[in-house]
């Protein structure tokens, strides 16, 4: 499924929670309003039958270290429909510019806890086929986050 299918796909009522993290975050929002803040919209793919390990890896380890890295974790979703349910991650990470946003990636790659979660989590195959990443900005007529 293409990027805009599965956007189009998203019921509106899924972004919610996000509105809600933004409005306990009056820092963020103050940088949303700046224009500065990025939002990167990514989706994983995961390899047949490894969805639960993933989402493991997820609540145990990786959103910890996004915050180390300097990723503002936003929300995260799972599809309820075919053909995305039970193989597919969908989250949204903020980020204070776009330039951070590759140095934080870059960071969070080379970071040595992450290296030994990720190999130790693939001892038995790869968790994931592809990730799909948008960066997106906040229109000038969205409510601020």
Known sequence: MDRRALLQSLPTI?????AVWAAAQPEAARAAGSGSTVYELRVY????????DLLKRFREHTTRLFEKHGMKNVAYWTPLDDPLKGKTLIYILA???????ASNWNAFRDDPEWQKVRDASEANGKLVDSVDSTFMVLTDFSPTL
Do not use: M, V, Y
């Not at 793919?45 to 639960?52: C, I, R, T, Y």
């Not at 980020?95 to 946003?101: F, L, N, T």
């Open 45 to 52: 793919h995961a390899s047949e039958g490894k969805l639960d």
């Open 14 to 18: 899924a972004l919610i929670p996000a």
């Open 95 to 101: 980020h204070p510019s776009r330039e951070a946003a």
